[in-house]
């Protein structure tokens, strides 16, 4: 069956760092663009960080400089490799894979595996 499970999440202080991990199996990882989505409360899901199966990356605007999204394709896992990070990053973190399509980065709806989500919170 296919599985994505996150972990590395927690509290940390503002200005701080966190790493990311997402397993994945059950699927051909490698081909797969996966992503990391967040969700604050009240708020709808946003593309966070997106990485291709060419290893083409993209992020959220409010990231960029700030977080590192990357893939090992021979562990089947993902990473978000998260700095200076701010109150505003406080949200559940989803990792997300999609076949990848050729020349633009697949809508969330086309996201067909989740994981079960996890917490990031940074407090001041």
């Known amino acids: 069956q296919v599985q994505l499970v996150e972990s590395g999440g927690g509290s940390v202080q503002a200005g701080g760092s966190l790493r990311l991990s997402c397993a994945a199996s059950?699927?051909?990882?490698?081909?797969?663009?996966i992503a990391w989505f967040r969700q604050r409360s009240g708020q709808g899901r946003e593309a966070v960080a997106r990485i291709s199966s060419d290893f083409n990356t993209d992020y959220l605007n409010a990231v960029i400089g700030r977080f590192t999204i990357s893939r090992d394709n021979a562990k089947n896992t993902l990473y978000l490799d998260m700095n200076s990070l701010s109150s505003e990053d406080t949200a559940m973190y989803y990792c997300?894979?999609?076949?990848?399509?050729?020349?633009?980065?697949?809508?969330?709806?086309?996201?067909?595996?989740w994981g079960q989500g996890i917490q990031v919170t940074v407090s001041s």
């Open positions: 059950g699927f051909t990882f490698a081909t797969y663009c």
């Open positions: 997300a894979a999609a076949w990848c399509s050729y020349g633009y980065w697949p809508p969330q709806e086309k996201y067909n595996y």
